[in-house]
Every structure is written in C-alpha cells, then in structure tokens.
Nanobody
C-alpha cells in the first residue's frame, strides 16, 4: 500500500521560508511522478509543482521563481522549498504521486491525475 507522509509545515511571516518534505513508501518511488498541491479554506485544491521521474520540474505561475521542488531517490522523499512566502500561500499542502508513467509531466496539473495523496500539512503565512 502506498503511503505519503508530509512534514515541515508551520507558521511563518511573509517573506520567510519553509521547507516541506514528503516521505513515500509502498511504490517504486524512483519511477513515480510526484506533485505538490495546496488547498486554502473555501477554495479548490490547486496545483503547485510537479517533478518527473527524471527530475524535470514544472511550476504554477503563482509560485514560479519562489518555490523549488526536488527529490532524493535514496531517501524516497520529495521536497518543496518555499521562499519569499506570501500571505496568499497560506493553505494545506498535499503531496501526491501518480501510479502510471507519463512523459508529459507538465500536463499533470489536476488532482485527478494523481492516485495517492498524503494527509496534508498546514502552512500559514502571517503579515
């Protein structure tokens, strides 16, 4: 059974940084496409970033230049480094993985494109 466990959320002031981690187990992590999504209160879950099995990355325009996704295959972990945080980045952040392989990683921006989800970690950015 696939399990994804996020960690690293918390409270930070605007302009600050946080680093999220997502530890994966139960699947062949090295070949999995991994994504980060977020959901603010009253809003739909939205795409943040994706990393392919080869390390190719793609970002939502709202976070481009501020967030960096990476993965450590030896640790079965994907990371999201978030810099220059804004109040509008406040949300629950979710890690997701996709069961099947896709070459078009940059098209995997919908929640339905992913098969497994973590429980989420809260990120709150204050003024």
């Amino acid at each position: 059974q696939v399990q994804l466990v996020e960690s690293g959320g918390g409270l930070v002031q605007a302009g600050g940084s946080l680093s999220l981690s997502c530890a994966a187990s139960g699947q062949i992590f090295s070949s999995a496409t991994m994504g980060w999504f977020r959901q603010a209160p009253g809003k739909e879950r939205e795409f943040v970033s994706v990393i392919s099995r080869n390390g190719d990355t793609y970002y939502a325009d709202s976070v481009k230049g501020r967030f960096t996704i990476s993965r450590d295959k030896a640790k079965n972990t994907v990371y999201l480094q978030m810099n220059s945080l804004k109040i509008e980045d406040t949300a629950v952040y979710y890690c997701a993985s996709r069961r099947s392989i896709s070459s078009f990683y940059f098209q995997l921006v919908r929640p339905v494109d992913y098969d497994y989800w973590g429980q989420g970690t809260q990120v709150t950015v204050s003024s």
